[in-house]
């Protein structure tokens, strides 16, 4: 779900092939060089290499406890998540006609996992992702989202991206048992360690596997190699499960179902309160938290729209994605289905560029990746046996491919790079993606400021830096106050 920079658009030349039919007219197949045969490949590539989410978001998000300790059901994630990318990329492709798929994103259901439910509920945490999503699709039909997207310096909106794919990396490393936290004892010199000191038992092996197998794959480019890593190292855990009888896997243990397809269970749809956060932390904490969800939710949409359409060769003559207005409202309803199923909010995926490589050129091929996520909602027993050490080498992989986003920072402008470098460090050194923008933001403003450059600076970002400052001061300045 990582973005990537657009490329030259292509021009597209129509083609006299294709039947004609109403399907054709409707989603334009032939007039933009396409086939039915390349949609149907398309939308098949774009699954098998987005389908990961559907083993990493209920680990991700099951794996978590929330303020009063409460996890979610991982087969009910599963049903949910399959749910929304299937529902929600089936309407982009009807009503956006481009080849974008969603499902739940990568980054966001990290905050959700890491620093909302530890503050309040799971219902009040995804009631915020269905505020974030009625927010976003709020500032499109205002217009404001562009206005936002450009008072973002382009370095700043890169390291955000860089700083959640080496946050996502250092989870992954954590929640495969790779890297643990050290106790806080004397003469202990560093916060985390390699392991328990060092490797020891299968399931570490089995992670390392893992992950080399699908940086080799990566490196080799071959499509799928994600999910192809997943299922092979899954099938690996299985035979070793049955010969050496592993003790713990953590969360997930690689057991063989009774069954291989069962009934969809919908019970975390309609499972959010949408203002309950209030009750639970600040006004404040709360502005700041919708505000981090829809700033990564930003970020990764435009960056995605405009790489895969640029890739198709679907821009307009002015550099525009078509029918770009449809497209952003679709995917902040995609935010607000993902809350409203617990499954956290749901976004485009640069992962469609591999349908778009097979030749999808139309909203036709989502009908393919759309029924393929329908079809998963009933093969929930094989998607719960996958243990975190076969999902967690994804984390890292997808790390990587965020990371990639550091080359175009141009590092010799210091009042530009030191800022993006504060955004990027912060987020993995204090676990908060929140805490990671804030700096970033903080760090630019003050630069500028006493560089004598304050006008370069968006008023929105003068506005978001004080709310960030206070933010981080809340703690002295309630002391001073008086009110601790």
Same mark, same amino acid.
């Given at each position: 779900?990582?973005? &990537?920079?657009?490329?030259? &658009?292509?021009?597209? %030349?129509?083609?006299?092939?294709?039947?004609?039919?109403?399907?054709?007219?409707?989603?334009?197949?032939?007039?933009?060089?396409?086939? #039915?045969?390349?949609?149907?490949?398309?939308?098949?590539?774009?699954?098998f290499t987005m389908a990961y989410i559907l083993v990493l978001n209920p680990i991700i998000l099951g794996s978590a406890e929330d303020k009063f300790g409460e996890q979610l059901s991982i087969p009910q994630l599963a049903t949910a998540t399959a749910l929304v990318a299937a529902v929600m990329t089936l309407i982009m492709g009807v009503g956006g006609n481009l080849p974008l798929a969603l499902a739940a994103g990568l980054g966001i259901n990290v905050i959700v996992a890491v620093q909302i439910a530890p503050l309040m509920s799971w219902e009040d945490a995804m009631g915020l992702i269905v505020l974030e999503g009625l927010l976003i699709s709020l500032l499109v039909m205002t217009g404001l989202r562009e206005a936002v997207m450009h008072a973002i310096p382009q370095p700043l909106k890169q390291a955000i991206s860089v700083g959640i794919g080496l946050f996502i990396a250092f989870i992954?490393?954590?929640?495969?048992?790779?890297?643990?936290?050290?106790?806080?004892?004397?003469?202990?010199?560093?916060?985390?360690?390699?392991?328990?000191?060092?490797?020891?038992?299968?399931?570490?092996? *089995?992670?390392?596997?893992?992950?080399?197998?699908?940086?080799?794959?990566?490196?080799?480019?071959?499509?799928?190699?994600?999910?192809?890593? *997943?299922?092979? $190292?899954?099938?690996?855990?299985?035979?070793? =499960?049955? *010969?050496?009888?592993?003790?713990? /896997?953590?969360?997930?243990?690689?057991?063989?179902?009774?069954?291989?397809?069962?009934?969809?269970?919908?019970?975390?749809?309609?499972?959010?309160?949408?203002?309950?956060?209030?009750?639970?932390?600040?006004?404040?904490? +709360?502005?700041?938290?919708?505000?981090?969800?829809?700033? &990564?939710?930003?970020?990764?949409?435009?960056?995605?729209?405009?790489?895969?359409?640029?890739?198709?060769?679907?821009?307009?003559?002015?550099?525009?994605?078509?029918?770009?207005?449809?497209?952003?409202?679709?995917?902040?309803?995609?935010?607000?289905?993902?809350?409203?199923?617990?499954?956290?909010?749901?976004?485009? #995926?640069?992962? &469609?560029?591999?349908? +778009?490589?097979?030749?999808?050129?139309?909203?036709?091929? =989502?009908?393919?990746?759309?029924?393929?996520?329908?079809?998963?909602?009933?093969?929930?027993?094989?998607?719960?046996?996958?243990?975190?050490?076969?999902?967690?080498?994804?984390?890292?992989?997808?790390?990587?491919?965020?990371?990639?986003?550091?080359? %175009?920072?141009? /590092? @010799?402008?210091?009042?530009?790079? *030191?800022?993006?470098?504060?955004?990027?460090?912060? $987020?993995?050194?204090? #676990?908060?993606?929140?805490?990671?923008?804030?700096?970033?933001?903080?760090?630019?403003?003050?630069?500028?400021?006493?560089?004598?450059?304050?006008?370069?600076? %968006? /008023?929105?970002? /003068?506005?978001?830096?004080?709310?960030?400052?206070?933010?981080?001061?809340?703690?002295?300045? @309630?002391?001073?106050?008086?009110?601790?």
């Amino acid at each position: 779900m990582h973005t &990537s920079p657009a490329r030259p &658009s292509r021009p597209v %030349h129509a083609s006299r092939t294709g039947t004609g039919g109403p399907l054709d007219r409707f989603f334009r197949i032939s007039e933009r060089g396409s086939t #039915y045969a390349r949609e149907i490949r398309g939308g098949f590539a774009t699954f098998f290499t987005m389908a990961y989410i559907l083993v990493l978001n209920p680990i991700i998000l099951g794996s978590a406890e929330d303020k009063f300790g409460e996890q979610l059901s991982i087969p009910q994630l599963a049903t949910a998540t399959a749910l929304v990318a299937a529902v929600m990329t089936l309407i982009m492709g009807v009503g956006g006609n481009l080849p974008l798929a969603l499902a739940a994103g990568l980054g966001i259901n990290v905050i959700v996992a890491v620093q909302i439910a530890p503050l309040m509920s799971w219902e009040d945490a995804m009631g915020l992702i269905v505020l974030e999503g009625l927010l976003i699709s709020l500032l499109v039909m205002t217009g404001l989202r562009e206005a936002v997207m450009h008072a973002i310096p382009q370095p700043l909106k890169q390291a955000i991206s860089v700083g959640i794919g080496l946050f996502i990396a250092f989870i992954g490393f954590v929640d495969a048992g790779f890297v643990t936290r050290i106790p806080d004892v004397a003469n202990t010199t560093v916060p985390v360690q390699l392991g328990t000191g060092t490797l020891t038992g299968w399931p570490i092996a *089995i992670f390392c596997l893992g992950l080399l197998l699908t940086l080799v794959l990566l490196a080799r480019k071959i499509k799928g190699a994600i999910l192809i890593s *997943i299922a092979l $190292m899954t099938l690996l855990a299985v035979v070793v =499960n049955e *010969i050496a009888d592993i003790e713990s /896997w953590g969360l997930t243990s690689p057991s063989l179902p009774d069954e291989i397809v069962a009934a969809p269970d919908f019970g975390l749809l309609g499972q959010f309160d949408l203002f309950g956060s209030f009750g639970q932390i600040s006004v404040l904490t +709360v502005v700041l938290l919708v505000f981090t969800l829809i700033l &990564s939710d930003f970020f990764d949409t435009m960056g995605t729209v405009v790489g895969v359409t640029s890739e198709a060769g679907l821009l307009d003559e002015r550099g525009q994605v078509p029918g770009l207005g449809r497209v952003l409202l679709i995917d902040g309803a995609a935010a607000v289905a993902g809350g409203a199923s617990s499954s956290s909010s749901a976004t485009t #995926y640069i992962e &469609s560029a591999a349908g +778009v490589g097979e030749g999808a050129r139309t909203g036709f091929a =989502n009908l393919v990746t759309g029924g393929m996520f329908a079809v998963a909602l009933f093969l929930t027993p094989l998607l719960t046996i996958v243990p975190l050490q076969a999902a967690s080498p994804a984390l890292v992989a997808v790390g990587f491919l965020m990371m990639t986003q550091v080359r %175009h920072i141009d /590092w @010799e402008r210091y009042d530009l790079a *030191i800022p993006a470098f504060v955004t990027i460090v912060v $987020m993995p050194f204090t #676990y908060s993606i929140t805490n990671g923008i804030g700096a970033g933001f903080v760090s630019y403003v003050i630069i500028k400021a006493c560089l004598g450059k304050a006008r370069e600076v %968006h /008023w929105l970002l /003068w506005g978001t830096a004080a709310l960030f400052l206070v933010y981080f001061a809340i703690d002295p300045v @309630e002391q001073l106050l008086g009110v601790k």
